[in-house]
Nanobody, 125 residues
Framework: QVQLVESGGGLVQAGGSLRLSCAASGRTISSYGVGWYRQAPGKEREFVAAISGNGVVTHYEDSVKGRFTISRDNAKSTVYLQMNSLKFEDTAVFYC??????????????????WGQGTQVTVSS
């Protein structure tokens, strides 16, 4: 089993930045693809970004390319999502999720077995 805990959400003005963290425990996650997803009120959950187990390969949803950066520190069992130039429409609950031996490009199309509880990101306009 893998346990995931997100942190770093909050309230920020449009144009501002936040860094989300996803701390893993239970197993070494260096072989797990990890993705960030978000769900806005009244909308379906959507894929945001994903990273390979070794951190070399990343994949982003088009609307966040150039603004968000996903990274990981396997020594700390933590995956990060740096979010810059935040927009009102980025307001959502952000979740991290993990699946073993999964490429980042596949993460938009699968439902990972392990999920965190989510962290709220609110961007004021």
């Amino acid at each position: 089993q893998v346990q995931l805990v997100e942190s770093g959400g909050g309230l920020v003005q449009a144009g501002g930045s936040l860094r989300l963290s996803c701390a893993a425990s239970g197993r070494t996650i260096s072989s797990y693809g990890v993705g960030w997803y978000r769900q806005a009120p009244g909308k379906e959950r959507e894929f945001v970004a994903a990273i390979s187990g070794n951190g070399v390969v990343t994949h982003y949803e088009d609307s966040v390319k150039g603004r968000f950066t996903i990274s990981r520190d396997n020594a700390k069992s933590t995956v990060y999502l740096q979010m810059n130039s935040l927009k009102f429409e980025d307001t959502a609950v952000f979740y991290c999720a993990a699946r073993e031996l999964t490429a980042p490009q596949a993460m938009p199309f699968i439902v990972p077995p392990y999920w965190g509880q989510g962290t709220q990101v609110t961007v004021s306009s």
